[in-house]
């Protein structure tokens, strides 16, 4: 049962423009969210994170909101280039016995055209 | 520089064969994980360990087993009993079971031949 939802699989952005991800969730446990990055045969890595706690972080280029209620979060890209394109994951964690373990979400790819 | 390494990077297997994957990490990591990534279904975890000589089955456990005998090393045996194997292994470790998001490696592309 997929617990962590990216339901669009690909997205288009021109240059300079807003790219929006967007990540829901269906586990109320989660506490904390992150968002990784994925070139072709590589590994994921990590972008930027979110707790419970906020609503809002912010790294450069890149922020997260996250809606609790809602149980939603996403991820803005200001302004996009080139080089964002790339598979962008969402992954959530929760406090359990079950040692941290992420849960990702199947991944939306973004394309940035020039 | 530290960082997790997995090889081999291609890895091709016939059918009804044994085949391991290895994953060394140089971070002191606690905590190390396996994943698989198959076309439209994300990350799915098979395996993790938070500490030496512990680990747990994650979510695609069947016809895979590890071992962590050493704090830098996971590795991942991919047996004749996983029916569908060929996938882009993913190997992770995280510094405790807290809540810094994971450092992952490169990834082994395994293929049945």
């Known amino acids: 049962d997929q617990q962590v939802k990216q339901n669009s699989p690909s997205l288009s952005v021109q240059e300079g423009r807003i790219s929006i991800l967007n990540c829901d969730y269906t586990n109320s446990m989660f506490d904390y969210f992150l968002w990784y990055k994925k070139y072709p045969a590589e590994g994921p890595t990590f972008l930027i994170s979110?707790?419970?706690?906020?609503d809002k972080n912010e790294d450069g280029r890149f922020t997260v909101f996250l809606n609790k209620s809602a149980k939603h979060l996403s991820l803005h890209i200001v302004p996009s280039q080139p080089g964002d394109s790339a598979v962008y994951f969402c992954a959530a964690q929760r406090a359990s016995n079950s040692g941290y373990a992420l849960n990702f979400g199947k991944g939306t790819s973004l394309l940035v055209t020039p | 520089d530290g960082g997790i390494t997995q090889s081999p990077k291609y890895l091709f297997r016939k059918e009804g064969q044994n085949v391991t994957l290895s994953c060394e990490q140089n971070?002191?990591?606690?905590?190390m994980y396996w994943y698989r990534q198959d076309p439209g279904q994300g990350l799915r975890l098979i395996y993790y360990s938070q500490i030496v000589n512990d680990f747990q089955k994650g979510d695609i456990a069947e016809g895979y087993s590890v071992s962590r005998e050493k704090k830098e090393s996971f590795p991942l045996t991919v047996t004749s009993a996983q029916k569908n194997p060929t996938a882009f292994y993913l190997c992770?470790?995280?510094?405790?079971?807290?809540?810094?998001?994971?450092?992952f490696g490169s990834g082994t592309r395994l293929t049945v031949v």
């Open positions: 992770a470790s995280s510094i405790d079971i807290g809540r810094i998001g994971y450092t």
């Open positions: 979110i707790s419970s706690i906020k």
């Open positions: 971070l002191n990591h606690d905590a």
